[in-house]
């Protein structure tokens, strides 16, 4: 219980083409400090180029002749630029009015076309549907996820021949695309010779959290001066990428410098950026540091939101300083953030952690009496402070419970859970949670059959 779960952790950047929530949102009830939702006018999420087609109208009743269906996603199920033009060629012939162009491009890159007969096919087409933009864009992500030629300079230059020069979703998806082809050199190339005067800060800050989040931080710097070079400029949101990247890094002293060179820069740090410092100081088990950022936040005027609350909460927590921890409680539900699931089951695990996981058993009777319900965390951690605590009964009851509600064990509490049992001598029960954590598939064979034989095997031994 002394390191930060896996469900604090950063997560993962979303997938390339997915659009971002609208609206941020508290973090996820596992993901106490490390998904903190940036502010939506900063998102450095992807923006599809592509507006969403818009759903077909319902025919009304009574109508003999309907309008036709749409074009299928699926024509071509060969990579093959001759089948293509065959089964293009027939269906133009049939029923050319109710061919797209972006669809028949689309289809045919997905049937595992390489991008030079995806080309080939583009100009086959052209003279009888004339492709647009969209069309093109389906070209550019194709050679950008591709190695082989043409590149994606080829595609642009294609692009501006034909009318419809790159504009800013055009260097967002190529960008996004060489991302993630693991092609962030070539994302960075582009970029500097060829998009940057069609890029905004949402393609810029992207590339930069990449590079963050793969490169080491001098490589980031390089890339940062090279792009001043050609006019991209850093903003706010590319210094909170600077910042979390240090800090997961755990260089505390690089984030502090960095934070006064965004005030150098004509920036004001927002409560985003401080919650990023925060989550770094309690990676490094600096506590006392975390409350001299929120304090530092409430001397400039700023105002915490419910990720800044739960974050002192974690850390005070984990520090042993449970007074202060449930002090915060009163304070957020005065500033109109009401505690959820994070913050108690913050204050559970630092309650553990001092030996009162009954304590923490009546918390979660509160908690639910207020409304907010346990996830698997909370039970996670409340099952590990039992058996540490030696109240196996409690703990097989609140094991009854995840069973019951289908929740997965963790690695750590599922080993702390059958060395208990085992040294109880509940061999049968044992097994039981064995089989479980099998079946709900919370870990796999290997790793849960390791965790009981070395609980048996000290079984063995202490009866020796």
């Not at 039992?386 to 064990?409: P, S």
């Amino acid at each position: 219980m002394g390191k930060l779960p896996p469900s604090l952790r950063s997560a993962k950047l979303p997938l390339p083409f997915h659009k971002p929530p609208p609206s941020p949102s508290p973090p996820s009830p596992s993901t106490p400090l490390s998904q903190s939702p940036s502010p939506p006018e900063r998102s450095v999420f992807f923006r599809s180029p592509l507006k969403k087609p818009k759903k077909p109208s319902k025919t009304p009743r009574g109508t003999l002749n309907p309008s036709p269906p749409p074009p299928q996603q699926h024509v071509f199920r060969s990579p093959l630029l001759s089948d293509a033009i065959s089964t293009f060629d027939a269906l133009a012939a049939s029923s050319p009015s109710s061919l797209d162009p972006t669809s028949l491009l689309q289809s045919f890159c997905n049937a595992g076309a390489s991008p030079a007969d995806a080309l080939s096919f583009h100009r086959h087409i052209s003279p009888s549907l004339a492709p647009g933009r969209a069309a093109f864009h389906v070209l550019l992500g194709h050679s950008c996820l591709h190695h082989s030629a043409p590149d994606p300079a080829s595609v642009l230059d294609l692009m501006s021949d034909n009318g419809s020069p790159p504009d800013a979703a055009s260097a967002d998806l190529a960008v996004r695309a060489l991302c993630s082809a693991d092609r962030l050199d070539d994302a960075c190339v582009l970029l500097r010779d060829r998009l940057a005067s069609a890029a905004d800060r949402f393609t810029y800050n992207f590339l930069v959290r990449r590079f963050a989040r793969f490169r080491p931080i001098s490589t980031v710097y390089a890339l940062i001066k090279e792009l001043r070079g050609v006019g991209l400029q850093p903003d706010v949101v590319t210094y909170t990428n600077l910042i979390d990247a240090v800090c997961r890094g755990r260089n505390l002293r690089e984030a502090t410098r960095l934070l006064g060179m965004l005030a150098d820069a004509g920036f004001k740090p927002d409560c985003y950026v401080y919650n990023v410092i925060m989550k770094g100081y309690c990676m490094v088990d600096q506590y006392g540091e975390v409350m001299e950022v929120y304090n530092r936040m409430k001397d400039e005027g700023i105002e915490p939101d419910l990720v800044t609350y739960n974050t002192l909460v974690y850390g005070l927590s984990k520090a042993g300083m449970l007074t202060q921890a449930k002090k915060f409680l009163n304070v957020m539900a005065d500033m109109g953030h009401f505690p959820d699931v994070v913050t108690y089951t913050s204050l559970m695990g630092g309650m553990c952690r001092k030996g009162d996981a009954l304590g923490a058993l009546k918390l979660l009777e509160e908690m639910e009496e207020k409304g907010c319900n346990p996830n698997e965390c909370t039970y996670n951690t409340l099952l590990m402070g039992l058996c540490k605590a030696k109240c196996l009964d409690k703990g097989m009851q609140l094991y009854q419970e995840m069973i019951a509600k289908a929740m997965k064990l963790e690695n750590a509490t599922y080993a702390t859970f059958v060395r208990a049992l085992c040294r109880a001598n509940k061999i049968a029960e044992a097994y039981e949670v064995f089989d479980y954590a099998i079946d709900s598939k919370s870990l796999t064979d290997v790793t849960a059959y390791m965790a009981l034989e070395n609980s048996l095997k000290w079984l063995n031994k202490a009866k020796v």
